[in-house]
């Protein structure tokens, strides 16, 4: 692909916002300006570089089309109330990048670049970054594929990085309402010494026939149980899964679940409001001692569960009885929200503002 030649310098972070119909996004793919690449070739990373074009040239034979060697991220740019562009820890998501290469195979892009990209993009696409006040964020999709030829089954030796972004809206429909979720044994999204802790493409490919049987039957996503024994819950469509029992916050401790930054802030505000934190197994026969419970993510935020409908048993766990969010999700909502937009005080130095 030529390569184009395009100045940063020239780009406003505080560029006028497109004509959009911010207040009424969905969590989709919207064409936006310009996407940075990065390649590796002949053992060493290359030149960050910046094109307009959203298409790739792939071999036909490529690692990535045939073996799923491909791992991707997300994480979110948001205009603050004082107009700042936060980026919430993009460092976590860079060395789960790197943990998610190596997982399968791939030359893991140092942390350093990943950064530099992060900047680069959303600095590039600054007019797509959705108003304070919209509810809408940045989404910022890097991606790693193995795009040497091969027919026999061997990691690449080549590989490329793209980082592009959408501006988006609540992933789950019902946004900050409550929503119901179910449980299901008839499909498993890993296997338990498997790859659900690495952010690749073949775990959500696992996923499509539960989350689209799922939605089908009116739910927002499916709460997985661990694979083995199938007694414990493990995390919720993407996006892990936490509730809050006798005061305290609950989450799965499990290998078979992706690490997720917002879980791990999520844990530490829990933490800094007064609350006990516990990672463990959950089995599922606590779940009618819970007083809350949600799926947090990147895309998901903070979205409360409803109810939880065990599809297999037809046994049914009200959580929320009157409808609404509780409290503690609610707080918690609040502070991560606050903290992104920078109306909460910043103590764990968790945001980059983009300049
Ligand atoms: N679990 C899965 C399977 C996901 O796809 C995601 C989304 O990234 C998460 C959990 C939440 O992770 P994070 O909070 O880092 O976005
Ligand atoms: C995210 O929360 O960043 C996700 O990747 C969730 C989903 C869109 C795959």
């Known amino acids: 692909m030529d390569k184009e030649v ?16 911010w207040k009424n996004l969905v969590f989709g793919y919207y064409p936006t300006d310009y996407n940075v690449r990065c390649d590796f070739k002949d053992g060493k990373w290359g030149d960050i570089y910046i094109t307009s074009s959203p298409m790739l040239d792939i071999h036909m034979a490529a690692t990535c089309l045939h073996y799923g060697q ?9 205009r603050g109330k004082d107009g700042k562009v936060r980026v919430f820890r993009m460092d976590e998501n860079a060395k789960r990048f790197i943990s998610s290469a190596k997982g399968i195979c791939m030359e893991p892009l140092p942390e350093d670049i990943f950064c530099k990209m992060v900047r680069m993009v959303v600095k590039l ?28 089954v061997k990691a690449a030796r080549e590989y490329s990085v793209v980082m592009f972004v959408s501006p988006v809206g609540s992933y789950f429909k019902t946004g900050f309402k409550p929503s119901k979720i179910c449980i299901t044994r008839q499909y498993d999204r890993v296997a338990p010494k498997g790859t659900g802790r690495y952010k690749i493409g073949g775990n959500y490919a696992a996923s499509l026939a539960a989350g689209t049987m799922a939605h089908e039957q009116g739910y927002s996503a499916v709460l997985y149980l661990d694979p083995k024994e199938k007694k ?3 995390e919720c469509g993407p996006a892990n899964f936490f509730a809050i029992k006798d005061g305290k916050y609950i989450t799965p401790a499990s290998d078979s679940i992706l ?40 895309a998901a935020v903070c979205s409360p569960v409803l109810e939880i409908d065990d599809l297999d048993t037809g046994d049914k766990y009200v ?10 999700t609610t707080q918690l909502y609040d502070m991560l929200c606050g903290l992104k937009s920078g109306e909460v005080k910043d103590e764990h130095n968790w945001c980059e503002i983009i300049e």
């Open 259 to 298: 690490p997720s930054i917002t879980n791990m802030s999520l844990r530490q505000l829990a933490r800094d409001m007064g609350l006990e934190v516990e990672e463990r197994h959950i089995a599922i026969s606590e779940l009618s001692e819970i007083s809350e419970a949600a799926a947090c993510g990147t």
């Open 6 to 21: 395009i100045d940063i310098n020239t780009f406003d972070i505080n560029a006028e916002p497109a004509e959009m119909d």
């Open 70 to 78: 491909e791992a991707f991220e997300g994480l979110k740019a948001h």
């Open 125 to 152: 696409n600054a007019r797509f970054i959705p108003p304070y006040g919209t509810g809408a964020s940045l989404y910022i999709r890097p991606l790693e594929i193995g795009m040497t030829p091969q027919v026999g």
């Open 232 to 234: 414990y819950l493990d």
């Open 319 to 328: 959580i929320s009885k009157d409808g609404k969010p509780g409290p503690v």
